[in-house]
């Protein structure tokens, strides 16, 4: 006998042993089968599960558990992200706590070895609760950005693409962040709000004594490196001086004033003080009138020779405070303005970051986008949602160089080496390289190869065909690529999902899935984005520990409609876990009445209504559900399941056989067991890839195979019947409509009524007016109802008339209801209710708590306002009601 309550604690681990040690999740099992391919997006080797984990691979591990059954060779490729500063940061850590012992005290080597040591000791705790969520990733192929075969293909990449003129080295402008000395990506820029100053300067105008150009800037320090100010071309303010000179105070430079589109002439004074080394938008205007470039910074962002002495080896910020001071002694300090902006921090440093001129690597990916573009307009790759399509176009066709090159230890260091005299060599090794050189001089040389690594997203572009073993010819490369579908977020189309296209068209001349998903934002129940600042953080572990691992899955998917971000609670998991408490509790019923054994039954010889119903009713489940997986509407696949097995099969369907279950007919006792079994067993199939543990756990109480290698079911054709669908929902409708008017009534809940019908319409009513019918029970009991009477005339007085389909019946209530002690109850509800929504309109039809509150708030409002309006209408038909019983 199944224990009274499902304990996930006890069996998931046990489960997903069994699950390993049968090799269900191994690929090539099948070579007859069509391939079918997810690559898993690579979690950081530092990294945790967090939620935006958890419905990811919630939702690709529905996927490969839906394809597995439906007899694919499913390849779920599993993996890890060597996350150069966020694992580099974590050893650095870990040294200056042992004894304040930095990196370069060590040495580059034995740096490397102390970060492998670390990888493979503390390394990787995410993929241990990636099985604790139970994905079903084929394990025995995990892969890592640094292990020896995806190193290759990042060796050959780079080398190719340096060749063919795609990768070289440039001097502009990138993401410095002076904790780490290294260039970082957009990703790793976190711009916060900051309430902070907008500085006035006045510059003077060389030879026009007196007369002044005024900028403004919120970085008064960087004005130490400008080298022009600029002014829009058709402003009128400012066109007899285009040309002219200004002297920089402080620093005696005379720079130019140049026209440039960049000035806004309806912003400040109209003019743009510009300093190319240390500002994006002041770089293209630098480069576009050949402006000079001056570093004012060193890597650690105090202030370098570059400067007037005075401020040399000064921190940045005290920098600031130093030129204004001596500004404002100077007069040219025109006024300070208080000013909100963003300001860029470095995500793992927690510094402000500096736009810094630095000689580094780039991609030309301007040449690389131009077919990624094509592809995704041909069609070739869709978006699911399609919106998200926009944003890849957007970037890619405002696509930047992309700088690869980090200044860190831990990555793949770039394969290059310079000569004596500077001269680069790329190759995919140092003995390819010597020879280039010796070559190139005529002799052996010694060669220094570049200190740099590359960009992290540079070998996670390759993760579609790098794991499948590439470069090298690998059958795996042959069978798995391209992959099926990419299960991503949004905010990293730029970063990853475009540069995997843009490398998968270079080297395997196609794209490397033909389906993006862009999941949702899993946000907090208020629907606040989740951060340790706001203290909002949900960890899926505790919710797993909590309530299961299936209760969590299921209420990802469940609320995983597209374009919609998730409002997580812990109130909607728990009432998932009572959905899984409410199919344990039907297997034990079905247990209990031996209706476990499906083995020889045919659904199409049903003789019962009832089983004719449930019959058609699982099959139409099954087109839903399996319509809504494909078209990854995972949202309506989980919510046709919840509806089916809660409502059609635990709420009516076991209820409406009990009779038959406990009557003397025997052949009619054998049909409902067996089609009570055969609709368990479809239930558990279809719900495996939602909740794979107690569907796992339920199966093997009458199998000794696993379900999780089963055959997804398949529709039978004619198995709906439509007079027993219509016998059976007005049956339904009939008993839903008693209790509906009894609950709004408040008709004591023990209290058993007295229902008529008029003669016309008994032949709408036959389960319920035949007492020999076989639901006639059953209804009486769900219903409360304790006799029914034909009438020849109309209702008696006392008789609530409630409309069913086309005829009506009518509920005696009079002498089960003190009808003056309810009318007093509803119009006292009535009027709470509407003094709450006059208080509800109050807030609502104040501008200012509308543009105040936040968003949430006055959503709640609404959505509060709505509520109490439709209880008062239920309140106001219920006292109609009552009227019609005086």
């Avoid at 927690?350 to 041909?378: C, F, G, H, M, S």
């Avoid at 039978?716 to 059976?728: H, P, Y």
């Amino acid at each position: 006998m199944l224990d009274k309550t499902f304990q996930p604690d006890a069996v998931e681990s046990e489960i997903y042993a069994l699950w390993e040690d049968a090799e269900a999740f191994a690929c090539g099992k099948r070579p007859d089968a069509k391939p079918y391919t997810i690559v898993i997006p690579p979690p950081n080797v530092t990294g945790s599960l967090h939620m935006g984990h958890a419905l990811n691979n919630t939702l690709q591990d529905i996927m490969a558990r839906f394809e597995r059954m439906r007899g694919k060779d499913v390849l779920w490729q599993p993996g890890m992200d060597h996350a150069g500063i966020a694992t580099q940061m974590v050893v650095e850590r870990q040294l200056a706590e042992e004894g304040n012992i930095g990196r370069r005290d060590m040495g580059r080597q034995a740096f490397l070895d102390r970060v492998w040591s670390w990888k493979e000791e503390s390394g990787g705790t995410i993929i241990n609760q990636l099985r604790r969520l139970g994905a079903s990733c084929d394990w025995s192929r995990e892969r890592f950005t640094m292990d020896e075969g995806l190193s290759r293909a990042v060796l050959k990449v780079f080398v190719e693409w340096y060749r063919d003129g795609l990768i070289y080295k440039d001097k502009r402008l990138v993401n410095w962040d002076p904790e780490f000395e290294s260039a970082i990506s957009d990703l790793e820029v976190d711009p916060r709000e900051t309430n902070g100053s907008m500085w006035h300067f006045r510059y003077p105008i060389v030879g026009e004594e007196g007369r002044y150009i005024v900028v403004a800037t919120t970085r008064p320090e960087t004005m130490l490196g400008d080298t022009g100010v600029a002014v829009h071309p058709d402003d009128d303010r400012y066109k007899d001086v285009i040309g002219k000179m200004v002297e920089l105070p402080l620093v005696g430079r005379h720079i130019p004033i140049v026209a440039d589109d960049y000035a806004d002439p309806e912003q400040g004074s109209g003019a743009v003080k510009i300093t190319p080394a240390h500002d994006f938008n002041d770089f293209d205007v630098g480069r576009r009138n050949d402006l000079e470039m001056i570093n004012i910074f060193t890597s650690k962002a105090a202030i370098n020779e570059n400067a007037p002495e005075k401020y040399q080896g000064m921190d940045r910020f005290a920098a600031r405070d130093a030129v204004v001071a001596d500004l404002d002694a100077l007069g040219l300090l025109e006024k300070v303005e208080d000013h909100v902006l963003a300001v860029p921090y470095g995500d793992r440093s927690n510094v402000v970051i500096e736009p810094w001129l630095t000689d580094q690597w780039y991609v030309d990916a301007e040449t690389l986008a131009k077919p990624a573009i094509e592809a995704v307009e041909r069609g070739e790759t869709v978006f699911v949602p399609r919106h998200w399509e926009n944003t890849y176009f957007e970037w890619l066709r405002n696509i930047q160089p992309w700088c690869i090159s980090r200044q860190l230890w831990w990555g793949h260091q770039i394969p290059a080496w310079y000569g004596p005299d500077g001269e680069v060599f790329v190759a995919e090794s140092e003995e390819d390289a010597q020879q280039q050189a010796a070559q190139h001089y005529g002799k052996a040389v010694e060669l220094t190869q570049d200190e740099d690594v590359l960009d992290t997203w540079f070998s996670s572009q390759l993760w579609p065909f790098s794991t499948l073993g590439w470069p090298e010819d690998t059958p795996e490369v042959d069978r798995y690529y391209q992959t099926d579908v990419l299960f991503t977020a949004f905010d990293i189309i730029f970063f990853w999902v475009a540069r995997m296209i843009m490398a998968g068209i270079y080297f395997k001349r196609e794209v490397p899935f033909h389906t993006v998903y862009i999941h949702a934002l899993v946000r907090d129940e208020q629907g606040q984005k989740m951060s340790k600042s706001k203290g909002n953080i949900v960890d899926p572990l505790d919710l797993v520990d909590q309530y299961g691992a299936d209760a969590l899955r299921f209420t990802l998917a469940a609320m995983a409609a597209q374009g919609r971000d998730i409002q997580l609670s812990t109130n909607r998991v728990e009432g998932y876990r009572n959905f899984g408490t409410k199919l344990w509790n039907a297997y034990r019923f079905c247990d209990m009445n031996e209706a476990l054994d499906a083995s020889g039954f045919d659904p199409s010889g049903c003789t019962q209504p009832v089983n004719r119903w449930i019959v058609g009713e699982t099959v139409s489940t099954l087109h839903a559900v399996t319509e809504g997986i494909e078209a990854y509407r995972f949202n309506d696949a989980a919510g046709g399941l919840y509806q089916f097995i809660w409502h059609n099969f635990c709420d009516w369907y076991l209820e409406f056989i009990k009779p038959l279950l406990n009557g003397d007919d025997e052949d009619v006792k054998a049909e409902t067991r067996q089609t009570t079994a055969w609709v368990m067993e479809q239930i558990l199939r279809l719900l495996h890839p939602f909740m794979p543990f107690m569907t796992e756990h339920l199966w093997r109480q009458t199998h000794d195979d696993l379900l999780i290698l089963q055959d997804w079911p398949k529709p039978e054709l004619g198995l709906a019947d439509a007079t027993a669908r219509t016998e059976i929902e007005s049956v339904i409708a009939l008993i839903s409509e008693i209790r509906t008017v009894r609950a709004e009534m408040n008709v004591p809940a023990g209290a058993k009524i007295l229902v008529a019908v008029r003669s016309g319409e008994v032949g709408a009513f036959p389960a319920l007016v035949d007492d020999a019918a076989v639901l006639n029970p059953v209804i009486k009991r769900l219903a409360r109802v304790e006799t029914v009477e034909t009438l020849d005339g109309d209702f008696p007085r006392g008789t609530v008339q409630v409309p069913v389909g086309e005829a009506t019946i009518g509920l005696l209530l009079a002498d089960v209801l003190d009808v003056d002690a309810e009318r007093a109850r509803l119009t006292k509800e009535i009027e709470k209710a509407t003094k709450e929504v006059e208080n509800v309109d109050k807030r609502l039809n104040n501008p200012s708590f509308v543009a105040k509150a936040p968003e949430h708030v006055v959503a709640e409002q609404r959505e509060r306002r709505e509520e109490y309006a439709q209880l008062i209408e239920k309140l106001k038909e219920a006292l109609k009601r009552l009227d019609d019983l005086s």
